[in-house]
């Protein structure tokens, strides 16, 4: 298990007893230092955005801001939001764990809501505090295997400001997930090697990071625990060691972290699993697995990341494989002087055993995002539970850029504190070199014109000098880090400066690769304000009464996809990851569509004008009313043919899809009920209903499990009608008809979750309480 006998601060040897090169001592910055250093780093990456002169784009702008505006707002006004009515028809919202309700830091911006509104600004922020947190953490892991303060800096430094981190930047959840991945590792290994406390403290952190909203990188990360685990397992403990005490112990412990991290995100996870079952992804065929896969050609990206051009917030230019969003999926740049010091680490492989299991691990990642170009990541779709659930195999490239800062880190310490024998030096030097002649080569087949005929886009002469004018730039900056580091295998004075100076490079370079990356002109308030008066306008005109727009068509949209989250217009359309697979119901055309869902405002083409418009709808059916004949079919290809039918009209027949055990004797039209709602919230509804006989009410509402009705204050069935909405059996005369959204299994993982947040927050102050006690009596 892992040890920390080495006293930090203290330049270490090697044990070989032959001659070495003797090394300039290196300055030493203090851990504090480290950690501001860090902080500067970020401030200056991001400080475009952190001004306000730029903004983060893409997913930030259609989904995470919209989210995470609709979760704040809705909470400081004191409900929990459950549900959400104002995308696609209606659809769960916690229980879409990419919601990230209960994510702390999330939660946390609710204290920023004002007026009934968040500002994207705080959004922004926390994401940027998100780097500090990876590269702060990165730093102290390192240090927890030995490694001194100006390597460990470096290591936090290449994994925070590392090509998967920054074109990730539009992603939220997954910037705020690996994050946490070095301080989970840390925390890890402190359990492994110590108390029983840390147990609880890494069972926390772990769990609570599943909250961060991405349970593909969620289940990788359970995976890279697993590994490392069974490493320092075989390579501790040999023989009959791996069934004595000690290894029970280790083994008991790692079990009970991975219990006690599932066990807290249960508030979540329970509510996600029953929503995934039900939507488009429930199923995923292997085709679908293989999108957003590394390719075997793009490692070249590794020295040249912008060869198949760059899909930014200045635009899209990419000629890769696949379409323009493998551009951040297939990433896995980190930067030229870390790629050289992680291939020099292979000559102290026998010095340091992590050496050999990173390295391990990284080769794995890479073999796995390569997808259906390999046989790897095959087997784990067929066979590993868990994993046929997801797409984008190269996002676990994540682990190259992990394994690659500590391994950096590792070689870095060798150059700067070890003292090396005489037959190393000339080996780091040949593998520098090795490095900067394969650029060198890269680049002029480049500017030749010889890869031309590998790569078809290098034939269109604006796409060639583009790609030409990035490669430039990359081999500069392959340049400088085989300087710098030949600076450093010759012991020259420079030296003691070499940790800041590595840290400079690192700078250079990846801003360079991502500077421009996430910097967008559009402000998000402009880009939602333009639509503001088109939802005014519908929400004045509907005066009160609960209807849906259709805001796209063929031709485009009147507004964005989730404008409905900012601006609380119920909308039939929406952008999320998940939708539920019935969302819509089966009709006849597009426009009997819309009168069953409510969709009083339809977008429409002005011819005139050429542009899209707004109308309203004459033929839509209310949110609420009654029927009075139903058809009972429990098969979707009957109920499928009988809706597309002419003879299908919602507004007197519905259509049921399990048996009620009802018989209505009077199955004639009758205009005399009413149906009023008094009560419109997230999680419930009230209304008023009146029948002058036994019918149907039928809701224009998602059905979905955890939707229960009470009549005049008791609880009936809610059936499944019209292929996805709700219908309640109601009686003869004038009713209160209330409905709630009362999850089983939110309510089952709240009490789970919080019950195991008391056992750690016990298994962590217990220990604390009782440490002086014990001091005392044995002082005694």
């Known amino acids: 298990m892992p040890s920390h006998k080495h006293k930090k601060g203290t330049p270490r040897t090697s044990s070989s007893q032959n001659s070495s090169l003797a090394v300039p001592t290196p300055f030493e910055l203090k851990d504090w230092q480290c950690v501001a250093l860090l902080s500067i780093l970020v401030l200056i990456f991001f400080r475009d955005i952190l001004l306000g002169n730029a903004f983060l784009w893409e997913d930030f702008l259609y989904h995470d801001y919209p989210s995470r505006n609709f979760a704040a707002v809705s909470m400081s006004m004191g409900e929990i939001p459950l549900w959400n009515p104002f995308t696609f028809n209606g659809m769960p919202f916690l229980a879409d764990i990419q919601k990230t309700v209960f994510y702390l830091p999330c939660t946390a911006l609710t204290l920023f809501v004002s007026n009934g509104h968040l500002s994207f600004y705080w959004l922004e922020i926390m994401i940027i505090l998100h780097y500090v947190l990876a590269g702060v953490t990165m730093f102290y892991l390192a240090r927890s295997f030995e490694l001194h303060r100006a390597p460990a800096l470096f290591a936090g430094t290449v994994y925070m400001l590392s090509g998967f981190m920054i074109t990730h930047a539009i992603h939220q959840y997954i910037v705020s997930l690996v994050a946490w991945y070095p301080l989970i590792l840390l925390l890890f290994r402190k359990a492994l090697a110590g108390g029983w406390n840390w147990v609880f403290v890494a069972g926390l952190v772990l769990g609570h990071s599943t909250l961060a909203g991405f349970p593909q990188l969620s289940l990788y990360l359970y995976f890279f625990l697993f590994v490392y685990f069974v490493f320092e397992l075989l390579t501790t403990y040999k023989g009959r060691e791996l069934v004595a005490r000690p290894a029970m112990i280790a083994t008991a412990k790692a079990a009970t972290i991975v219990m006690l991290s599932v066990a807290i995100a249960m508030i979540q996870l329970l509510p996600t699993v029953e929503f995934a079952d039900l939507t488009f992804r429930a199923q995923i065929t ?8 590394f390719s075997w050609q793009q490692i070249i990206t590794f020295l040249y990341p912008k060869f198949f051009g760059t899909a930014g917030a200045g635009g899209y230019n990419y000629h890769g494989p696949g379409t323009y969003w493998y551009y951040w999926e297939t990433g896995m740049y980190f930067g030229v002087l870390p790629l050289m010091l992680m291939v020099t680490s292979l000559l102290i492989i026998k010095k340091n055993k992590y050496v050999g299991f990173f390295w391990g691990f990284s080769i794995f990642a890479v073999l796995f995002a390569l997808g259906g170009n ?9 066979f590993v539970p868990g994993f046929a659930k997801f797409r984008n195999a190269a996002r676990m490239g994540v682990f190259l850029t992990f394994g690659a800062a500590l391994l950096s880190g590792f070689s870095l310490q060798n150059l700067l504190y070890e003292k090396r024998p005489l037959y190393e030096s000339p080996h780091f030097r040949n593998i520098v070199l090795a490095i900067l002649g394969l650029s060198l080569v890269l680049y002029l087949l480049l500017i030749s014109g010889l890869l031309s005929g590998s790569f078809e886009f290098l034939k269109e002469n604006a796409t060639f000098l583009a790609v030409k ?4 730039a990359s081999l500069f900056v392959t340049i400088l880090s085989a300087l710098f580091l030949y600076g450093i295998i010759k012991g020259t004075p420079l030296l003691r400066w070499a940790g800041l100076a590595s840290v400079a490079v690192l700078l250079i370079d990846m801003s360079i690769f991502g500077g421009e990356q996430n910097n967008s002109k559009t402000n998000p308030d ?15 005109d509907s005066n009160g009464e ?6 796209r068509n063929q031709q485009g949209m009147l507004m964005d996809r989730n404008q409905g989250l900012m601006d609380r217009v119920m909308l039939m359309e929406g952008y999320t990851p998940l939708v539920l697979q019935r969302y819509l119901p089966p009709s006849r055309d597009w426009s009997h569509t819309c009168d069953m869902m409510n969709a009083k405002y339809r977008v429409a083409a002005d011819e005139q004008r050429q542009a899209l418009t707004i109308t309203r709808a004459t033929s839509y059916l209310p949110r609420a009313y009654m029927v009075y004949d139903a058809r009972i079919l429990t098969d979707s290809a009957s109920i499928f043919q009988f809706m597309q039918s002419k003879g299908f009209e919602p507004s007197r027949v519905v259509v049921i899809d399990s048996d009620p055990a009802l018989k209505i004797s009077d199955t004639s039209y009758t205009a005399q009920w009413s149906a009023h709602f008094t009560s419109y919230k997230l999680n419930s509804m009230s209304l008023t209903v009146s029948t002058p006989k036994d019918g149907f009410l039928v809701l ?14 008791e609880p009936q069935t809610v059936y499944r009608a019209n292929w996805n909405q709700r219908v309640i059996h109601m009686r003869t005369g004038t009713h ?17 979750s919080l019950a195991t947040l008391a056992l750690c927050i016990g298994g962590i102050v217990v220990p604390l309480v009782k440490r002086p006690r014990n001091s005392e009596q044995q002082a005694a």
């Open 286 to 293: 292997y085709q679908k697995a293989t999108e957003g896969q």
């Open 374 to 382: 390999f046989v790897l990541h095959k087997l784990f779709f067929d």
């Open 469 to 472: 004018k990035d490669a430039l």
């Open 526 to 540: 402009e880009y939602f304000n333009r639509s503001r008066p088109l939802t005014n306008f519908i929400k004045q």
């Open 546 to 551: 609960l209807v849906r727009v259709n805001m």
């Open 700 to 713: 224009s509402e998602i059905y979905y499990p955890g939707w229960n009705a009470y009549i005049d204050g």
């Open 736 to 752: 209160k008809v209330d409905m709630r959204f009362q999850s089983t299994p939110f309510e089952r993982g709240t009490w789970i």
